[in-house]
Antibody, heavy 121, light 113 residues
Framework: EVQLLESGGGLVQPGGSLRLSCVAS????????LSWVRQAPGKGPEWVSG????????HYADSVKGRFTISRDNSKNTLYLQMDSLRVEDTALYYC??????????????WGNGTTVTVSS | DIVMAQSPDSLVVSLGERATINCKSS????????????LAWYQQKPGQPPKLLIS???TRESGVPDRFSGSGSGTNFTLTISSLQAEDVAIYYC?????????FGGGTKVEIK
């Protein structure tokens, strides 16, 4: 069974940092792109960042560019999101999602259950 | 960035009736080279992550009932539920993947009359 398990969320002050992790199982990890998608309470999904299967190609939403860094360790079947200079508006449930293809983010066919990030003083 | 606009925001339909959701993109999602339309549809129920229903504008995922269908071209797309069932109550989102950053529509909430 394909599974994605996120961790690392929590409460952080504005300007602080967090590192999210997503451990995958049930598929050939390096063969697929992966994305982080967030959803603020009562809002629709917002794609945050994506990375190719090899890790050599990354993309970001304008709202997080320069503050967030996506990476992956294919030897550990793990996806990461380093979040720096956090803002109140970054508060959301953060999902890890597997893509159907490898080269870049396209559409997401498997999602984790998410980890909650709250940015507040 | 490509902007996705969905309509209506909400839809109330009787059981067994048709539900139609529209999605409009700010630029064409059609790639001539591959003859494909880079649009997906998701269903999200309360407390759950989004679930992929349709990719390439009209290709249903395995296990998705055939009452769900997608159509459209260029910048205008439609998700149709041909005969609404109680389990279809959810919010539906379109998403473009023509060009990163990927972007979602604002969602359409479907309820039973």
């Amino acid at each position: 069974e394909v599974q994605l398990l996120e961790s690392g969320g929590g409460l952080v002050q504005p300007g602080g940092s967090l590192r999210l992790s997503c451990v995958a199982s049930g598929f050939t990890f390096s063969s697929y792109a992966l994305s982080w998608v967030r959803q603020a309470p009562g809002k629709g999904p917002e794609w945050v960042s994506g990375i190719s299967g090899t890790g050599g190609n990354t993309h970001y939403a304008d709202s997080v560019k320069g503050r967030f860094t996506i990476s992956r360790d294919n030897s550990k079947n793990t996806l990461y999101l380093q979040m720096d200079s956090l803002r109140v508006e970054d508060t959301a449930l953060y999902y890890c999602a597997k893509d159907r293809l490898a080269a870049r983010p396209y559409f997401m066919d498997v999602w984790g259950n998410g980890t909650t990030v709250t940015v507040s003083s | 960035d490509i902007v996705m606009a969905q309509s209506p925001d909400s839809l109330v339909v009787s059981l067994g009736e048709r539900a139609t959701i529209n999605c409009k993109s700010s630029q064409s999602l059609f790639y001539d080279s591959y003859n494909k339309k880079y649009l997906a549809w998701y269903q999200q129920k309360p407390g759950q992550p989004p679930k992929l229903l349709i990719s390439w504008a009209s290709t249903r995922e395995s296990g998705v009932p055939d009452r769900f269908s997608g159509s459209g071209s260029g910048t205008n797309f439609t998700l149709t539920i041909s005969s609404l069932q109680a389990e279809d109550v959810a919010i539906y989102y379109c998403q473009q993947y023509h060009s990163p950053p990927l972007t979602f529509g604002g969602g359409t909430k479907v309820e039973i009359k």
